[in-house]
């Protein structure tokens, strides 16, 4: 299905004739697309399909022709505390400094809200809190950031990112860290609070099993543009997957009606083995 023309009255994120470049490459070929509000889209593609690329241009983070929209605004109209009080950023690769204590690193998260002297009320401290239970990370509220393991610190840098409260959350591979369990209890915490407070989660997903159970939309990048985009049943298609992920997959549909997604050899198995002398 060919991507959406962006005249959605109801859309949150719009980008026009969206341009990234890294020196002498392409990274992004004049996106236009539209997110309305309160939708999950789920970016798929490669690795250097774009995905990043795009997440990177909405959070501004790199420079951009074209122009990208967030409430009706471009984003390079928006100040820094207002732009933080509309999107909230997961990236791939957080910085995490070794000293601080898991409760102040989620309210970080809290500072385009504070007041003018920047200090924080009862409220935020709560609201840092509450967010630390909902990730099963209560019990690591006074610890280092130096003594967390790698899945504690990717669920920590997540309870960052929904303490700022924007209503547009970017999540750039926010489960690649986690084991199996943590990896679907953190994404249906998002889920969870995307419906209660009406957010917009714009993700890029490695899993596409995974983006088909959480995303509402998916846009499938390729060679820096989008090539297809619609529901998981409109976009996985096995030859489809098969040219842009240039490998071998199998589409399932479980007893409940979910797709899977099941990369297959290319080479028997076996295959590889040495022969007898």
Do not use: C
């Amino acid at each position: 299905m060919a991507a959406r023309e962006i005249e959605s009255p109801r859309a949150i994120v719009e980008f026009r004739d969206l341009l990234v470049r890294y020196a002498e490459s392409t990274a992004l070929h004049s996106i236009n697309y539209s997110v309305e509000r309160g939708r999950w889209l789920g970016l798929i593609g490669a690795n250097g399909a774009g995905k990043t690329s795009l997440l990177k241009a909405l959070a501004r983070l790199v420079d951009f022709e074209g122009a990208v929209y967030v409430e009706g605004r471009s984003t390079l109209d928006l100040s820094r505390r207002e732009f933080a009080q509309l999107v909230a950023y997961v990236p791939q690769k957080p910085e995490f400094p070794p000293e601080m204590r898991a409760v102040d690193y989620v309210a970080l998260g809290r500072l385009p809200h504070l007041g003018y002297f920047g200090a924080e009320g009862p409220r935020d401290r709560v609201h840092s809190l509450e967010l630390l239970e909902r990730l099963s990370l209560s019990a690591m509220a006074t610890r280092h950031l130096s003594t967390m393991s790698g899945g504690e610190l990717q669920r920590l840098v997540l309870a960052r990112a929904l303490a700022q409260e924007a209503p547009v959350l970017l999540l750039d591979e926010p489960t690649s860290a986690l084991d199996l369990g943590r990896r679907v209890e953190a994404l249906e915490l998002v889920d969870e609070l995307r419906i209660e407070r009406g957010l917009t989660v714009i993700s890029a997903m490695h899993d596409l099993t995974l983006a088909a159970q959480f995303a509402d939309e998916l846009a499938l990048l390729s060679g820096g543009e989008i090539v297809a985009t619609g529901s998981a049943d409109e976009v996985f298609e096995e030859s489809s997957l098969d040219f842009h992920f240039g490998t071998r997959v199998q589409i399932l549909r479980t007893d409940d009606g979910e797709l899977i997604v099941v990369p297959r050899r290319t080479k028997p198995k076996g295959s590889h083995a040495r022969a007898p002398a």
